[in-house]
Each structure stands twice: as C-alpha cells, then as structure tokens.
C-alpha cells in the first residue's frame, strides 16, 4: 500500500492568515488529490492534480486555494485569507496504479481562530 | 451529485451482520469501499470493477450492480473493530473528479 505523510499534524490560524499544508508520498506518484472533510460530515474533494497540472477541481477550490508541487516531491496546498468556515480536517491521496482507488495521509487539522 | 448510502446509521452487537447500499444517478464504471475510523483518514478497503462483480475480504465482501448503478457492501459476525463510517468512492466518469458517498456509520457493541 502507497504511504503518504501530511505536515502538519495540527495547524492553528487566524482568520485572514495564509497556510500551507504539505504532503509527501513515500514513492513517485503522478496523480494527487486534496480533499476536506468538516468534523463529522462528508469527504469532499477539493482537487486533482496530474503531472503538475491541476486536472480537475470543485466548486469549493476558489481562488484562496492553490496547489503545487514545489520541488517534484512535496505537493502543498495553499489556503491564502483563512475563514472561519475553512476549519476542517484536511486530507491528500494518492492514487492507486493500477485502479482509481484513494490512499490516504493522516491528514492535517486544521483550526481558524 | 453524490452517491447516496443507506442506512446512514447502524448498531450490531458482535457477531451480527450488516448491509451498507451505495446507490447513484450516474453510472457507475467502478465502486471503491473505505472505513474511516475516528480521528483517522479513510482507509481503502475494495475495488469492484465490473458490473456483477463480488468481492470479498475476510469477513467483509461487496457487489456491484452496474445496472442499478449500485453496489453493497456485507459485513458478517461482525467485530469490534469493524466500527467506524463506511463510505463508498467513485470517480465521475469522463473527470478526474472523485467522489465519496454520504456515509454510513457503523457501532458494533460487546
């Protein structure tokens, strides 16, 4: 099973601040994925990202939200003038080789004051 | 639109079984299974690819029905450990857009 790890674990903000959430698979991957999920409630996808372009993204992923893949390893994802409403668990995935299914990191929380 | 679960909740006591249905409006060309357990990411449990088809994984196996635009998942003499929220996950056909159900909460009791 692919590994990915997410930094950081647990991420306090206030509201108007920028944040950069990190993952980083443990082997080469080209498909990546963010998705946010509110304490109790749905997964939701925010974006799919392939061969360092952005290849599909939701309604949610507006203009304060960004992603890149800085050094060909990390892929970030840039949330820049925080909300309170932006609190949420935030997860990244990798996809599967062979198949479309979804391997997660840990995932960050993250909290906006 | 997202795929719909039913039931959204459920409670079995040990060694009960359980069904989880995932059901769409669009078609369906694949249906991917996850448990989330609290405080954790979804963890990926099966794939099933074609219409028809059944799978299984200890005592967890699922259907697909390409049809229907449906699929179950069965858990039998359920454990402890098989507690958590089920959900299921597609990707939209034609988009690089994945997709997860509404979700099914699951609590097994001693």
């Known amino acids: 099973e692919p590994e990915v790890t997410q930094t950081p674990s647990h991420q306090v903000t206030q509201m108007g601040q920028e944040v950069i959430l990190r993952c980083v698979p443990i082997?080469?991957?080209?498909?990546f994925y963010w998705y946010r999920q509110i304490l109790g409630q749905k997964v939701e996808f925010l974006v799919s990202f392939y061969n360092n372009e952005i290849s599909e993204k939701s309604e949610i992923f507006d203009d304060q939200f960004s992603v890149e893949r800085p050094d060909g390893s990390n892929f970030t994802l840039k949330i820049r003038s925080t909300k309170l409403e932006d609190s949420a668990m935030y997860f990244c995935?990798?996809?599967?080789?062979?198949?479309?299914?979804?391997?997660f990191g840990p995932g960050t929380r993250l909290t906006v004051t | 639109q997202q795929p719909v679960q039913s039931p959204q909740a459920v409670i079995l006591r040990e060694g009960e079984d359980a069904v989880i249905n995932c059901s769409s409006s669009k078609a369906l060309y694949s249906v991917h299974w996850y448990r989330q357990k609290h405080g954790e990411a979804p963890v990926f449990l099966m794939i099933?690819?074609?219409?028809?088809e059944q799978k299984g994984h200890d005592k967890i196996s699922a259907s697909f029905n390409e049809k229907k635009q449906q699929s179950s998942l069965y858990l039998t003499a359920s454990q402890l450990s098989y507690s958590g929220t089920y959900f299921c996950?597609?990707?939209?056909?034609?988009?690089?857009?994945?997709?997860f159900g509404t979700g099914t909460r699951l609590k097994v009791l001693a």
């Open positions: 082997s080469n991957h080209l498909y």
């Open positions: 995935a990798i996809r599967g080789r062979e198949n479309d299914e979804q391997y």
């Open positions: 099933l690819l074609k219409g028809g």
């Open positions: 996950g597609t990707l939209r056909g034609g988009t690089y857009k994945y997709i």
